[in-house]
Antibody, heavy 117, light 110 residues
């Protein structure tokens, strides 16, 4: 059974940094594209970043380019999102997800990031 | 990377059919055969319902069907059931490995 467990969220001050983690199990992590998607409170879904299986390709939504870094450790079956220079607009539940063709079949439970002073 | 446009809400009685639209542009929906649809119940993670425009993952009822014409994708729920009440989001590839979601549609079962 595929399992994705998101962690690392919390309260951070504007301008601060946070690193999210996603622990994967039940599938061959090193063969899978992975993604971070976020959802602000009461709002819709927003794609944040993708990373290819070997970590050599990383892609971001314009609003986080230069501030967020997606990475993975295939030996540890883990996905990460390093977030810097956080603003209130980054407040959201962050989900990691596993790609399947043009969709994402499996999702973590989400981890809440709150940016506030 | 502007969000795809979806109607805010759609409603129907049990057993009826409802259709949800998802309008993008020639840079996303119109350009790629990579449209997916997600169902999200309150407080839950999204669930993939459709991928590659019109394919259903294993376990998704065949009451859910989808298509695309030009810059608009559509999801149809036939034989509406109470458990179908949820938010639905479309998503499209937008070039250069980027993706864009729709604004979301709340489906209400009357």
């Amino acid at each position: 059974e595929v399992q994705l467990v998101d962690s690392g969220g919390g309260l951070v001050q504007p301008g601060g940094s946070l690193t999210l983690s996603c622990a994967a199990s039940g599938f061959t992590f090193s063969n899978s594209w992975m993604t971070w998607v976020r959802q602000a409170p009461g709002k819709g879904l927003e794609w944040v970043a993708n990373i290819n299986p070997d970590g050599s390709g990383k892609y971001y939504v314009d609003s986080v380019k230069g501030r967020f870094t997606i990475s993975r450790d295939n030996a540890k079956n883990s996905l990460y999102l390093q977030m810097n220079s956080l603003t209130a607009d980054d407040t959201a539940i962050y989900y990691c997800a596993k790609a399947y063709n043009s969709g994402w079949t499996d999702w973590g439970q989400g981890t809440l990031v709150t940016v506030s002073s | 990377q502007s969000a795809l446009t979806q109607p805010r809400s759609v409603s129907g009685s049990p057993g009826q059919s409802v259709a949800l639209s998802c309008t993008g542009s020639s840079s996303d929906v119109g350009a790629y055969g990579s449209v997916s649809w997600y169902q999200q119940h309150p407080g839950k993670a999204p669930k993939l319902m459709i991928y590659d425009v019109n394919k259903r993952p294993s376990g998704v009822p065949d009451r859910f069907s989808a298509s695309k014409s030009g810059n608009t994708a559509s999801l149809t729920i036939s034989g509406l059931q109470a458990e179908d009440e949820a938010d639905y989001y479309c998503c499209s590839h937008a070039g250069s490995h980027a993706y864009v979601f729709g604004t979301g549609t709340k489906v209400t079962v009357l």
